[in-house]
């Protein structure tokens, strides 16, 4: 039986997510998560998940953060990106970031579905066919996006926390290590980013934001 993982934050769109998934894949084992952190525990438990659902917008992910991480560790993992967001910019960068497709919370569950079963054949879907396909990433952005992607799942935790403000000992109480451990993953960590402080850590972080200013909505399905 497939696994496929559901990462999202609201209960309610969760089980919607998991019902479209069972009329796609009626065989499907299905396993949730409502954070990242908890994501990567479940892609740590399940390496071989056929595909992942995940939010652009939940606890330990910032933008596409979540996302470029995800690709760059597990590249044969598909992932469909589902998102309140119904700008076509936001759509295209989550193409350009490697997401198989691009689904606005506001779908119509046969169209979850159809892109569930487009994804697992092995192809690309978008809610409207005229959106075309992933824009180019600006170069700061994909500079960003790869340095991200070489973090280790524990790194990115860390990161991800360090980028919402939390101090050391805040990290390491969350995540049950000692202190000295989380100043030797932020080490790496600014190793890796190439950069000297948590200031900057915070702003690698931040280019993977979802900017809304002056995008197009996606169009209307009936154009």
Do not use: C
């Not at 994501?39 to 995940?54: S, T, V, W």
């Not at 652009?56 to 992932?79: F, V």
């Amino acid at each position: 039986m497939p696994d496929i993982l559901i990462a999202d934050d609201h209960p309610l769109f969760r089980d919607a997510l998991q019902r479209a998934v069972l009329v796609a894949v009626p065989q499907a084992r299905v396993h949730n998560a409502d954070s990242v952190h908890a994501l990567l525990g479940l892609i740590e438990q399940f390496p071989d998940a056929e595909l992942l659902l995940l939010d652009l917008h939940m606890p330990g992910a910032r933008g596409y953060s979540a996302l470029a991480h995800i690709r760059g560790q597990y590249p044969g993992l598909p992932t469909i990106v589902v998102s309140g967001h119904e700008e076509a910019q936001v759509a295209r960068r989550a193409l350009a970031h490697g997401a198989s497709a691009y689904i606005p919370k506001s779908t119509a569950s046969e169209d979850i579905v159809a892109a569930i079963r487009a994804v697992l054949d092995g192809d690309v879907w978008l809610p409207h066919p005229q959106l075309g396909g992933a824009s180019e990433l600006r170069p700061d952005e994909a500079a960003a996006a790869a340095q991200i992607a070489m973090l280790t799942p524990q790194q990115f935790r860390v990161m991800t926390m360090i980028a919402e403000g939390l101090l050391n000992k805040q990290i390491a109480w969350e995540l049950s290590v000692s202190e000295a451990t989380v100043k030797a993953h932020m080490t790496a960590i600014m190793r890796k980013l190439g950069v000297n402080n948590r200031t900057q850590v915070a702003l690698i972080a931040s280019q993977l934001a979802v900017d809304q200013e002056s995008m197009p909505t996606l169009p209307d399905s009936d154009e």
